[in-house]
């Protein structure tokens, strides 16, 4: 039972819901292929949540069980007064109501924030990071630079803070890294998570290599990470690790540099079974789902009855019933049309 005496959310297949996943922004200082389209229309000031109703939305969570918080985008450290928020939900911590407040972040902002984030209780962040070569990192970002996502991840790890790399894999533009990566995580004591790249959003994603000619889409990125593993296993002695950091990770340890490698597989092995997270928008909507369009809007609620939280409570509660077994993720090579239409961004991956 929740400190509040609220009784815990439960979805329909009987998951406990104790991971809550919040876009603060959908702004973002990088244009990433297999996330963002280069030329993206942003929401009015109006349509995004405030600090103040994030904080409470997130707070009626927590009131339910929620236990863990983790702060997405766009790039979450590029909205405006964010550290007054994360130092705000860092009380929760104190309390002993949540037990972990984190965020996800290109790592463009780390440098600058790193210190406070501490301070504010965060003790671990995931940074993206899909290649250690300039010029790639730079066709793959579009605007960004690679230097100053490096720097962050240093002044992070000097800060106290546990760095986790997340790679997307992309067959055909960093797939000959893959070994690099291990080699580099391992001797920086970073966790290192592979992710599928997934099915969201606009297909054409533009041409990660930089050469233009048409542009590529999502279903030619696509590399099985079975295929990635198998290639590992080449150099790496990989062996499985009966461990979860509380997301949908299943992870090995690499013998060779005593790291951890991470595996996120949502279409050849999907993590549906065991979910326990729902994902907030910078709008307020509630996907209970990554892979589905089902969604709450908990903005209206939350607007149209200002201090009622016993009415956001219900709706909160009324949208976990709706929460679906799984997901629907599928690459169409012959459409070559997303399983979601919005992009990554929107929902905070």
């Not at 790679?167 to 291990?182: I, P, S, T, Y």
């Not at 997901?327 to 459409?335: A, E």
Request: one cysteine or more; glycine letters at 10%.
């Amino acid at each position: 039972m929740p400190a509040s005496g609220q009784p815990p959310l439960v979805d329909p297949f009987g998951r406990s819901i104790r991971y809550l996943r919040v876009s603060v922004t959908d702004r973002c200082d990088f244009r990433c292929v297999y996330c963002m389209a280069e030329e993206m229309t942003f929401l009015p000031k109006a349509e995004v949540l405030s600090l103040e109703e994030l904080e409470r939305l997130c707070g009626a969570f927590i009131q339910t069980g929620v236990r863990k918080l983790r702060l997405t985008g766009g790039e979450p450290l590029v909205r405006r007064g964010i550290m007054d928020l994360i130092r705000r939900l860092g009380r929760h911590l104190d309390t002993g109501s949540l037990d972990e407040l984190t965020l996800t972040t290109n790592g463009s902002q780390l440098a600058k924030y790193a210190a406070e984030l501490y301070a504010a209780g965060v003790r671990r962040v995931n940074v993206s990071l899909d290649t250690l070569d300039p010029d790639r990192f730079q066709a793959i970002t579009r605007w960004g630079k690679l230097a100053p996502v490096l720097d962050g991840i240093k002044a992070a790890k000097e800060a106290g803070l546990s760095v986790k790399i997340n790679c997307v894999a992309l067959r055909g533009v960093n797939d000959g890294e893959v070994h690099d990566l291990v080699a580099w995580c391992g001797r920086e004591g970073h966790d290192l998570t592979f992710i599928e790249v997934m099915p969201l959003g606009d297909m054409d994603s533009g041409d990660a290599g930089g050469t233009n000619q048409g542009g590529t889409v999502r279903a030619d990125q696509y590399w099985p990470l079975s295929m990635l593993r198998a290639e590992l296993a080449k150099r790496w002695t990989l062996t499985d690790l009966p461990i979860s950091t509380g997301g949908p990770a299943r992870y090995a340890r690499v013998a060779e540099t005593g790291g951890r490698v991470g595996f996120i597989t949502p279409m050849t092995h999907n993590f549906c079974e065991s979910c326990n997270r729902v994902r907030l928008t910078c709008t307020g909507m509630l996907y209970m789902c990554l892979g589905q369009d089902d969604a709450a809007d908990l903005r209206a609620v939350m607007r149209g009855a200002p201090g009622d939280d016993d009415t956001l409570l219900a709706a909160i509660k009324e949208a976990i019933a709706r929460k679906p077994k799984g997901h629907d993720f599928i690459i169409d090579r012959r459409q070559k049309a997303p399983a979601v239409s919005r992009h990554m961004s929107v929902t905070g991956g």
